[in-house]
């Protein structure tokens, strides 16, 4: 049987649809292995969001396919590309990438990867023969909880994607060029899938989509009725998938992660703060805060109802961490928008916070406008906004301290509070090897920077020893 080794980039999305086709390869009795000198196919999971990810996807590509080269493999170890680049430029690529790479799989054919596998391998590639280019058109595909899946994350940890694909116009992003439009799951599809995650040990889920918010709003279409995110009658919302989520039996913590702000309710906020389980955090990209910049990259809110919005969410739900991203040098921003931007981010005080520099990308709207911004100038706001942030994280932080927390084990001595969601966030250093995927209540005992210090809570600090400083 076809042993395979896959490389999986970009983000969390993408990495599901990588467990999705780790899971459909061992269903076909194929071995996944961890090192590509030993398989018979390389598959490199792709992402294409701006030109140093495509950049990233073309080095893994070119390198993988350089090492077959060296093991003079070239000929019967087979390379696949998938994912996001190869959805959107498999033509291009097919042409660009013509000796390197034997075959182009699209975001829809996860599902199909083993019978691919097999054909490719059972048959010779004429020489100067194109790759297979097996990409779709537009991608309409959303798992199910019955779907054949492999978790790459730690046991405790997972992702659970609720919908796919995304429905708005913001002009800098190719996304929804990509993964295609907005399709929920069902609420009981993804319940199942929660209850078995429990049941497996999952102490922390993961909701991920383009736009969770949106979750369910898709279906509305077809039901009668005005279309508002607070109407009850809406069977399949967010709202009442957290309260189902919430209601299954087990320790553990439900985190939303991409949440568009424009469809934010007062129900959502009343439901999270009703769901103990909802992790007290919210994962929602802003982009910017000045009109004339929301207006541009057409992100169908405005700096007004940002600044409302947020006011009703720390006031409805308290303790809530709010983690958002930011863009610099958009087409068009000025130095009163950027005044605006880091007053905003002063005064609001996030509690998790990145910024991007814009990346002019092909296919976009915003790529077309004119007065583009100097990279010199991006990289200047950048720096600015991330100083700025920077002495706010680390206040925050050093308020922290002399508080109880409680943190699940990610590794031995690593640990993250529900503020911190995985792979992007600050972590808690513990000075003990508790059992990593267990929850643990800490004192807070210092900060460094982003991260915080902990010892186990009723310890005395007289033995602190953290485990950085055991390291
Ligand atoms: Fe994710 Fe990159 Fe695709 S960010 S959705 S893997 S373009």
């Known amino acids: 049987m076809a042993k395979v080794s896959l490389v999986s980039l970009g983000c969390a999305k993408n990495l599901v649809d990588s467990e999705i086709m780790v899971g459909h390869l061992h269903q076909a009795g194929m071995s996944v292995v961890p090192d590509a000198d030993q398989a018979d196919v390389v598959i490199v999971n792709t992402c294409s969001f701006i030109d140093s990810s495509k950049e990233e996807s073309i080095g893994h590509i070119l390198e993988a396919h350089r090492q077959r080269g060296l093991r003079k493999r070239r000929g019967n170890q087979k390379l696949i ?111 199942a899938e929660a209850r078995q995650l429990v049941r497996e040990g999952t102490r922390e889920i993961n909701l991920i989509s383009q736009d969770t918010t949106f979750f369910g709003m898709d279906t509305w279409e077809d039901r009668p009725g005005p279309r508002s995110p607070v109407d009850s009658r809406r069977g399949t919302a967010l709202t009442t998938l957290l309260r189902e989520l919430n209601a299954i039996e087990g320790d553990f913590w439900i985190r939303l992660l991409y949440t568009h702000p424009a469809h934010w309710s007062d129900e959502l906020i009343r439901t999270i703060a009703e769901c103990p389980k909802v992790a007290r955090y919210v994962d929602m990209p802003l982009q910017h805060i000045s009109d004339r910049m929301l207006e541009r990259m057409q992100r169908e809110t405005s700096g007004s109802y940002i600044r409302d919005l947020i006011a009703r969410i720390r006031a409805g739900i308290p303790g809530i961490a709010v983690r958002t991203t930011f863009i610099v040098g958009f087409p068009g921003e000025n130095e009163a928008d950027v005044d605006e931007l880091a007053e905003f981010i002063r005064t609001t005080r996030f509690e998790r916070l990145g910024v991007f520099r814009y990346s ?40 922290q301290v002399g508080r109880k927390l409680r943190v699940l084990v990610d590794e031995p001595g690593v640990a993250r509070g529900e503020a911190d969601a995985p792979d992007i966030d600050g972590r808690v250093y513990l000075p003990i090897t508790a059992p990593v995927g267990d929850f643990v209540e800490v004192s807070i005992t210092g900060s460094e920077e982003y991260d915080l210090l902990a010892l186990p809570a009723g310890q005395s600090p007289s033995v602190r020893r953290t485990a950085r400083q055991a390291q």
């Open 81 to 191: 590309v998938a994912g996001c680049m190869a959805q959107r430029f498999s033509k291009d690529l097919a042409v660009e990438l013509h000796d390197e790479v034997d075959a182009f799989i699209g975001l829809d054919e996860v599902t199909r990867v083993a019978p691919i596998i097999e054909e490719l391998l059972g048959r010779e590639r004429a020489a100067g023969e194109a790759p297979v280019n097996l990409v779709q058109g537009r991608s309409t595909y959303i798992p199910d909880y019955d779907t054949p899946r492999f978790r790459l994350t730690p046991r405790h940890s997972a992702y659970l994607k609720i919908a796919e694909g995304c429905n708005h116009p913001c002009t800098f992003c190719i996304i929804p060029r990509i993964r295609g439009r907005h399709r929920s799951r069902t609420v009981e599809s993804v319940v």
């Open 360 to 399: 002019q990308e092909e296919g976009t709207r915003a790529a077309k406008m004119e007065e583009q911004i100097p990279v010199k100038t991006k990289e200047a706001r950048w720096h600015r906004l991330m100083k700025l942030q920077r002495s706010i994280a680390g206040e925050l932080a050093a308020a």
